[in-house]
C-alpha cells in the first residue's frame, strides 16, 4: 500500500503527458485524408456518425476537442498533401472491388 503512493503521482505524470504530447502533435495530412474518406462512408451506412468526425479522430489521437486542435485541423485539410491523398483516396473508393476482395471481406 506504501509503494501505491509514491507510484501513483508518476502514473498521473506519464498519462498528463502523453496527453500533452497528442494535443501538440502534428496531424499528418495523408492519413488524415485517408480517413476522411473511409468516415465518409461509414456515415452514409450509420447516420448517428453524421458531424462527429473530429470528434473521433482527435479521440483516436487521445487529444480533446477544443479551439488549437480544430485550428490544426482545418489547417492540415488546407495542406496541399491532404488535397492530393484525398483525390487518391477517393479514386480508390470508387472502384467496384474485385472478387479476391469481397472474398477476403466474407472471411
Known sequence: MKRLHCV???IVLVASATS??????A????SLARYDVSYGRCETIN????GRR???YLNLLR???NEKT??????????AAY??????????????????????VEQ
Open 20 to 25: 500533452a504530447v497528442a494535443q501538440s502533435r
Open 8 to 10: 501513483l503521482p508518476a
Open 63 to 65: 487529444a480533446s476537442p
Open 54 to 56: 473530429d470528434e473521433a
Open 27 to 30: 496531424y499528418e495530412p495523408k
Open 83 to 104: 488535397k492530393v491523398e484525398r483525390q487518391h483516396a477517393l479514386q480508390a473508393a470508387s472502384k467496384a472491388p474485385t472478387a479476391e476482395e469481397k472474398k477476403k
Open 47 to 50: 447516420p448517428e456518425m453524421k
Open 70 to 79: 480544430n485550428a490544426r485541423l482545418a489547417e492540415a485539410r488546407a495542406n
